[in-house]
């Protein structure tokens, strides 16, 4: 049982997942969304159930925050399925997929219904890790290191609260944990496999929008502590570049702000809600910028500057 009382995934065992998911449906619970899930998409389901085996288990009739469907479809004039269609409380969101992309196009998907969904959070494109009860935020454009450098502090002993999806409540400096799977890129899925063996992910997706994808699964432990929000206290903006030495620099408050409220999905809806909660997340927050190459390096300098209380 959880935390709070609550089943995992992982107690129904595998058979049961397997039946559920791909019949009835089964409820997940990520950070404060109950999602309802149908997969008929067969080979999807043992990744599936890798993935979400520590998340809450939800039972029973009861509200959602939303109901999501993923099945195979045949394209005109096929055989065979090829393209899946995904579903949102029985609406088609976007066009169908290709079906061997079917499980980024799950994950996608999910964080779609985030961002559409929810503006009641402060939205940030931005990582979410804790240590010593302090929240580091690492805001970042795509391609610039940002989940590669939350796998790794996650796998050295840091919180995992999230990656897509910096949650913050209006009028609060406390990042809303939504621990759900890290979707690796292309050359980061071989570095978080050397960096961390034990580290759990699922299968190689080549040939998407964004390369190849590969899911890593959060640990246990933080999904445990997903009611447990936490103060930002530090905000570091990465960038990974090829061979560049570690460089790490303040950043002054006036840059920062501005930096931040770009990386806000939602800051322009939440007019001067928006404006507030970032600059008092900027103005209670120390601001760096990281330029890094070597990850082992990143990771442990950042580990250093969290137990000298600096991040």
């Known amino acids: 049982m959880t935390a709070a009382g609550e089943a995992r995934i992982g107690d129904l065992g595998r058979d049961a997942f397997e039946s559920g998911i791909g019949g009835s449906g089964v409820g997940v ?3 404060p969304f109950d999602v ?3 997969v008929t998409v067969r080979d999807l389901w043992g990744p599936l ?5 520590d998340y809450p288990m939800l039972q029973g009739v009861r509200p959602y925050t939303c109901c999501v469907s993923l099945d195979p479809v045949r394209s005109w004039r096929r055989w065979r399925a090829d393209r899946v269609r995904l579903r949102v409380d029985g609406r088609p969101p976007h066009e169908d997929m290709p079906l061997p992309h ?12 985030i961002a559409l969904r929810h503006q009641a959070y402060l939205m940030l494109h931005a990582a979410a890790v804790e240590r010593n009860g302090r929240v580091l ?6 391609g610039h290191g940002k989940t590669t450098l939350c796998a790794g502090l996650v796998h050295r002993g840091w919180r995992f609260l999230s990656d897509e999806f910096g949650l913050v409540r209006p009028g609060t400096r406390e990042a809303i944990p939504v621990p759900r799977p890290l979707p690796l890129k292309n050359a980061s899925i071989g570095v978080i496999r050397g960096f961390a063996p034990d580290a759990c992910l699922g299968p190689e997706i080549p040939g998407t929008r964004k390369g190849t994808v590969a899911h890593l699964r959060p640990p246990a432990a933080s999904i445990l502590r997903v009611d447990e929000p936490a ?3 530090g905000i570091v903006f990465p960038r990974w ?6 460089a790490f620099e303040p950043v002054r408050p006036g840059h920062a702000f501005m930096e931040l409220a770009a990386h806000a999905f939602n800051y322009e809806v939440l007019g001067y809600d928006g404006f507030r909660t970032v600059r008092d997340i900027v103005g209670g927050a120390a601001c760096h910028r990281l330029v890094y190459s070597d990850l082992e390096e990143a990771v442990a300098l950042l580990t250093a500057l969290s137990d ?4």
């Open 29 to 31: 619970r990520f950070g």
């Open 36 to 38: 309802h899930l149908t």
């Open 49 to 53: 159930y890798e993935l979400y085996r």
């Open 102 to 113: 079917a499980l980024a196009v799950l994950e996608w998907g999910l964080n779609l219904v």
């Open 137 to 142: 935020l690492l805001p970042a454009s795509p």
């Open 231 to 233: 103060p930002i206290a």
């Open 241 to 246: 570049m090829t061979g560049a030495a570690l």
């Open 308 to 311: 000298e209380g600096r991040t």
